[in-house]
Protein backbone atom coordinates (compact mmCIF):
# COMPACT_ATOMS: atom_id res chain seq x y z
CA UNK A 1 0.00 0.00 0.00
CA UNK A 2 1.37 3.78 -0.43
CA UNK A 3 0.25 6.78 1.03
CA UNK A 4 -2.66 8.81 -0.72
CA UNK A 5 -0.63 10.77 -3.22
CA UNK A 6 3.32 10.09 -2.54
CA UNK A 7 4.02 6.60 -3.56
CA UNK A 8 5.51 5.58 -0.46
CA UNK A 9 4.93 2.56 0.94
CA UNK A 10 3.35 1.95 4.28
CA UNK A 11 3.88 -1.67 5.73
CA UNK A 12 1.15 -3.64 8.19
CA UNK A 13 0.88 -6.40 9.73
CA UNK A 14 -1.69 -8.96 8.18
CA UNK A 15 -4.61 -7.79 11.01
CA UNK A 16 -4.38 -4.21 10.08
CA UNK A 17 -6.11 -3.56 6.86
CA UNK A 18 -4.96 -1.03 4.68
CA UNK A 19 -7.49 1.58 5.06
CA UNK A 20 -7.12 1.46 8.51
CA UNK A 21 -3.27 1.79 8.28
CA UNK A 22 -3.93 5.14 5.90
CA UNK A 23 -6.42 6.10 8.74
CA UNK A 24 -3.48 5.76 11.18
CA UNK A 25 -0.94 7.24 9.34
CA UNK A 26 -3.99 10.55 8.70
CA UNK A 27 -3.92 10.43 12.20
CA UNK A 28 -0.87 10.99 12.98
CA UNK A 29 -0.12 14.03 10.48
CA UNK A 30 -2.91 15.79 11.91
CA UNK A 31 -1.68 15.43 14.88
CA UNK A 32 1.65 17.09 14.28
CA UNK A 33 4.17 14.25 13.66
CA UNK A 34 5.96 13.99 16.90
CA UNK A 35 8.70 11.71 17.96
CA UNK A 36 6.02 10.08 19.98
CA UNK A 37 2.07 9.90 19.31
CA UNK A 38 -0.94 8.75 21.03
CA UNK A 39 -4.24 9.12 20.17
CA UNK A 40 -7.51 6.92 19.04
CA UNK A 41 -7.77 5.90 15.27
CA UNK A 42 -10.62 4.46 14.52
CA UNK A 43 -11.37 1.67 11.90
CA UNK A 44 -13.24 1.27 8.64
CA UNK A 45 -13.38 -2.24 8.75
CA UNK A 46 -14.41 -3.08 12.62
CA UNK A 47 -16.28 -0.19 13.00
CA UNK A 48 -14.04 0.22 16.35
CA UNK A 49 -11.22 2.62 18.05
CA UNK A 50 -8.31 1.54 18.95
CA UNK A 51 -5.19 3.24 21.14
CA UNK A 52 -2.14 3.72 18.94
CA UNK A 53 1.30 4.91 19.83
CA UNK A 54 3.40 5.86 16.98
CA UNK A 55 6.96 6.47 17.26
CA UNK A 56 9.66 8.13 15.18
CA UNK A 57 12.42 6.51 14.66
CA UNK A 58 16.05 7.08 12.57
CA UNK A 59 18.51 9.99 11.71
CA UNK A 60 16.72 12.84 12.01
CA UNK A 61 16.44 13.92 8.38
CA UNK A 62 13.51 12.94 5.70
CA UNK A 63 15.21 10.00 3.97
CA UNK A 64 15.89 7.89 6.63
CA UNK A 65 13.39 8.11 9.20
CA UNK A 66 10.23 5.41 9.85
CA UNK A 67 7.25 5.76 12.06
CA UNK A 68 6.07 2.42 13.25
CA UNK A 69 2.72 2.82 15.05
CA UNK A 70 1.22 -0.49 16.86
CA UNK A 71 -1.51 -1.37 19.41
CA UNK A 72 -1.49 -3.93 22.12
CA UNK A 73 -3.43 -6.26 19.63
CA UNK A 74 -1.12 -6.48 17.13
CA UNK A 75 -1.98 -3.65 15.11
CA UNK A 76 1.13 -2.77 13.55
CA UNK A 77 1.80 -0.08 10.77
CA UNK A 78 5.33 2.00 9.46
CA UNK A 79 5.64 4.40 7.15
CA UNK A 80 8.42 6.86 6.12
CA UNK A 81 8.40 10.10 8.00
CA UNK A 82 6.46 12.70 6.00
CA UNK A 83 8.00 16.24 7.03
CA UNK A 84 11.07 17.73 5.68
Known amino acids: MSSPGSGWPILAAASTS ?3 AGNILSAYVDGG ?17 YRITCRRTGP ?17 TRFPALYN
Open 18 to 20: CPF
Open 33 to 49: EMRLWRGQVGSPVTHKR
Open 60 to 76: ANFVYEKVTCTEINGIW
